[in-house]
């Protein structure tokens, strides 16, 4: 079965430049939600899109912003880059009845930015 | 205070034993409840989903939700050395620390 897809699985910047994350959801899922892990931490939730619509935002830095497109792909672009920001950046996907709130999320694989 | 804590562990059994996971969680309102198992380097994947409380039992897998008093388990029955992972609960979005499980040959 598909699942999440996510590009570039890794990425490595300098401080101070751009990076832009991609998703591509399972097919018919119409809602991404972004995570960021740090190193032994757990999965700190970003921002999430229902029908292309920001539906959900968290802990999101305002150096991020993030969109979903036509087709559902999502992108989480990250200005500014800083050391902190290395981390894995999950993406996951749903088929949203309600916007979110109860439904069952699939991860990808994840993107591990590591900013120099 | 974190709205979701978990005990990070590590937690090393061995194979064949029952493992407990536990998390507590600070809001009465929360109603949707998710058990994810995370290997190193992979993203998470879902293990169990229970709503409100009782049990949910999925193969060698029982999710456990007792709302008086905020709690969730995870118990794993017959614990095998390929469930060494991390396991993390969540409510939707908020996710616990996760607990690194370790099952010893």
């Known amino acids: 079965a598909a699942g999440v897809i996510q590009s570039p699985r890794h990425l490595i910047k300098e401080k101070r430049e751009t990076a832009t994350l991609k998703c591509y959801p399972i097919?018919?899922?119409?809602?991404v939600y972004w995570y960021q892990q740090g190193p032994g931490q757990d999965p700190q939730f970003l921002i999430s899109f229902y029908e292309k619509m920001q539906s959900d935002k968290g802990s999101i830095p305002d150096r991020f912003s993030a969109q979903q497109f036509s087709d559902y792909h999502s992108e989480l672009n990250m200005s500014s880059l800083e050391l902190g920001d290395s981390a894995l950046y999950f993406c996951a996907s749903s088929f949203g009845t309600s916007g979110g709130i109860t439904d069952t999320q699939y991860f990808g694989p994840g993107t591990r930015l590591t900013v120099l | 205070q974190k709205e979701v804590e978990q005990d990070p562990g590590p937690l090393s059994v061995p194979e064949g034993a029952i493992v407990s996971l536990n998390c507590t969680y600070s809001?009465?309102?929360?109603?949707?409840f998710m058990w994810y198992r995370q290997y190193s380097r992979k993203g998470p994947e879902l293990l169990m989903y229970t709503y409100s409380s009782g049990n949910k039992e999925d193969g060698r897998f029982t999710a456990q939700v007792d709302k008086s008093s905020k709690y969730i388990s995870l118990f794993i029955r017959d614990s095998q050395p390929s469930d060494s992972a991390t396991y993390l609960c969540?409510?939707?979005?908020?996710f616990g620390q996760g607990t690194e499980l370790s099952v010893k040959p």
């Open positions: 969540a409510i939707v979005i908020i």
């Open positions: 097919p018919r899922h119409d809602t």
């Open positions: 809001n009465s309102a929360f109603q949707y």
